[in-house]
């Protein structure tokens, strides 16, 4: 099964850098996400079936609000998630990005299963670790980066044990 995954990821990957992927992606894919997400309890979703897949709840950076956003993530080998700003290679971060910079305390959902976190910034001496990483994953996937014109910003996601204030969905 990885060889197959891995030969769908390898053919997939150069689509998503098109011009019309950029394009197309960030209109359809969020409405189909929150879709399959409904009719499966949260355990299923589209981009998870190529890559590992998260749900980022976080709180407004300037709202105050809760916040989601469905994500690919890359383990890093030490139970921490790794999430990569890259918003289909647009000049502007995305939003999630400056709601972890304000409140570092978030939740994530995997298969259904809900944990919180804490957000920290990849600092400049271990970006290319971190890359090689997710593009080990995702073959290309800095592209994005260079295509941007944009330092992408990378967060590592440490599970955190639950507490009330950590449990909040707008944590």
Known sequence: MPTV????????????????????????????ERLLAWLS???????????????????GARSGEPRESALM??????????V?????????????TYNLIA????????RGRRMPVRAIRVDEADR???????????????AYERESGRVVRLF????VPATTEASDPRS
């Not at 995954?5 to 894919?29: D, E, K």
């Not at 290319?128 to 800095?142: K, M, N």
């Open 84 to 96: 990569a700003g890259t918003s289909f290679a647009r000049d502007r971060h995305p939003a999630w």
């Open 73 to 82: 993530y890359t383990p890093d080998g030490h139970g921490r998630a790794i």
């Open 5 to 32: 995954v891995h030969l769908v990821r390898s053919v997939v990957s150069p689509l998503t850098r098109t011009r019309l992927f950029r394009w197309a992606a960030p209109r359809l894919l969020p409405p189909v």
């Open 156 to 159: 590592r996601l440490q599970p």
């Open 103 to 110: 409140h570092p305390d978030a939740a994530i959902t995997v």
């Open 128 to 142: 290319d670790a971190v890359w090689s990483l997710i593009e080990a994953q995702w073959p290309g996937y800095r």
């Open 41 to 59: 309890g949260g355990r299923v979703q589209l981009s998870g079936l190529l890559v590992p897949s998260l749900v980022l709840h976080t709180t």
